[in-house]
């Protein structure tokens, strides 16, 4: 990996990766994307390890099958989520998903970790994909950034 490309820059093997939980609780025998993924970058020597440590405590609806004003805010993920057991305080971690839409899921896990986490520094969230408006090419990384409202209604994401 080029080392002055971003996410060199950011996947490293100090990072611990916190995969983001799915939209309801999990099943026994269930797929976990996000921890999958987490799990194979890792792997790939592309972080120090993988912490499944944020659950979902109840369903919210699932993003990519809301309408628009119809999906979770990041205050509904926020209320949905809890922080288990994180062994070994990191200092570095960077929340995993498959998808990020707007970013709530994000904003609302992070916002939940800096409670069960004190010591330790989110440094940023990262997506395997992202959806987009107008579909160009299948390859485009990005560096962008996530905003929420400060009533965690409503949450844009750039690009």
């Known amino acids: 990996m080029d080392r002055d490309a971003p996410l060199a820059q950011l996947l490293n093997r100090t990072a611990t990766l916190i995969p983001m939980p799915r939209s309801s609780p999990l099943l026994p025998r269930s797929v976990w994307p996000a921890l999958r993924l987490a799990d194979a970058m890792v792997a790939e020597g592309l972080a120090a390890d993988v912490v499944p440590c944020l659950q979902r405590t ?32 990191p200092s570095r971690v960077i929340l995993i998903d ?55 209604a409503r949450c844009t994401r750039t690009p």
């Open 98 to 152: 498959d998808v990020v839409t707007q970013g709530a899921t994000f904003a609302g896990a992070y916002a939940r970790l800096q409670e069960g986490m004190t010591g330790a520094e989110i440094i940023a969230a990262f997506s395997l994909a992202r959806t987009v408006q107008t579909f160009s090419h299948a390859v485009d990384p990005c560096v962008g950034q996530i905003t929420c409202w400060p009533s965690g």
């Open 58 to 89: 109840r369903a919210v609806p699932k993003s990519a099958l809301s309408g628009p004003g119809e999906r979770p805010t990041a205050l509904d993920h926020y209320n949905s989520l809890s922080v288990g057991l994180v062994p070994g305080m």
